[in-house]
Nanobody
């Protein structure tokens, strides 16, 4: 079973940057589509970004496109989320997720989830 562990969250001022990392425990990661979702307090979990395993095709939510970049290092079994120009509305718990299959922006299609890391952006 794939285990995912996020790190890199914290408190940052608006306009600042953070890089989240998600380390996977199994080699199956190398053939998995990886994604980041987030959940703000009192709101539903929402898609942020995803990256496929072979073509490294990426997709982003409109709210983060141009500010966030998802990438992966299959040798290190790690996926990253570089977040620039952060806004207070980016404040949320960020979750890493994995699925064996093609690109998807739907949380219900992801089988494996990390425990989440808190990102707080102050104004």
């Amino acid at each position: 079973q794939v285990q995912l562990v996020e790190s890199g969250g914290g408190l940052v001022q608006a306009g600042g940057s953070l890089r989240l990392s998600c380390a996977a425990s199994e080699r199956t990661f190398s053939t998995a589509t990886m994604a980041w979702f987030r959940q703000a307090q009192g709101k539903e979990r929402e898609f942020v970004a995803a990256i496929t395993w072979r073509t490294l095709w990426t997709g982003y939510a409109d709210s983060v496109r141009g500010r966030f970049t998802i990438s992966r290092d299959n040798a290190k079994m790690t996926v990253y989320l570089q977040m620039n120009s952060l806004k207070p509305e980016d404040t949320a718990v960020y979750y890493c997720a994995a699925r064996q299959g093609s690109y998807s922006g739907s949380s219900v299609s992801y089988n494996y989830w990390g425990q989440g890391t808190q990102v707080t952006v102050s104004s």
